[in-house]
């Protein structure tokens, strides 16, 4: 395991569809991120875990976004009734606790979604 | 609430000299984190180093040092014997807090070009 892994690296989808995408955190790494990335912009966070627990989440987040990380390993993210507004890089990350280091995030290569 | 400004939106540098990027930040914690990532092409997120608002020595790590200077409010990132490598987006981000990077909030970044 080299580094944070996401899948799928690109989706395009219609406006109305619901898209899900997956993140495989670095083996060991307790705690998972999810950032937002709109062209011109730093990413903006959405939400993190601890294990499983889900310890925050921004306001950007609307109900139509939901985030999981079931048995504090991989996550998904998934957002029901996509706009066009929804069409970003979702990147995510990972971090640990335990090496001392929390202030270090890794992240992947992220999921370019296109709302048409 | 918290604030990041990156003023230049692009930076040429030539190879080998020495280029600094400044960010400036706002924030009513008492204690927070800084840090700077690194953004290639590829758009992996790459973290390059950190500053508590309470470590009395400016942070390094290899050819980066930041430049802290919290009456100022500026986290400014030097980046020594530039390579061509380096060309890539650069993002100020700040925590609410020193125990780690959850819930980071980016600048809108620098593009830096270094030429041979």
């Known amino acids: 395991d080299t580094g944070v892994s996401q899948d799928p690296r690109h989706k395009i989808t219609k406006r109305g569809q619901n898209v899900t995408f997956r993140c495989d955190p670095i083996s060991e790494h307790n705690r998972l991120y999810w950032y937002r990335q709109t062209l011109g912009q730093g990413p903006e966070f959405l939400t993190y875990?601890?294990?499983?627990?889900?310890?925050?989440k921004s306001r950007l987040l609307s109900d139509r976004f939901s985030a999981e990380r079931p048995k504090g390993s991989f996550s998904t993210l998934e957002i029901q009734r996509t706009e066009q507004g929804d069409s970003a890089m979702y990147l995510c990350a990972s971090s640990s606790q335990a090496t001392g280091e929390n202030e270090k995030l890794f992240f992947g290569s992220g999921t370019q979604l296109s709302v048409l | 609430a918290q604030k990041i400004t990156q003023t230049q939106p692009g930076m040429f540098v030539q190879e080998k000299e020495a280029v600094t990027l400044d960010c400036t930040y706002d924030t009513s914690d008492p204690s927070y984190g800084l840090f700077w990532y690194k953004q290639p092409s590829s758009g992996e997120m790459i973290f390059l180093i950190y500053?508590?608002?309470?470590?009395?020595q400016n942070a390094t790590e290899g050819r980066y040092s930041l430049n802290f200077q919290k009456a100022r409010k500026s986290a400014n990132l030097v980046i020594s014997a530039s390579q061509l490598g380096d060309s890539a987006m650069y993002f100020c981000a700040m925590s609410p807090d020193q125990t780690g990077a959850n819930n980071l909030f980016f600048g809108t970044g620098t593009r830096l070009t270094v030429i041979p």
């Open positions: 500053q508590g608002s309470y470590d009395q």
């Open positions: 875990f601890q294990n499983e627990a889900q310890l925050e």
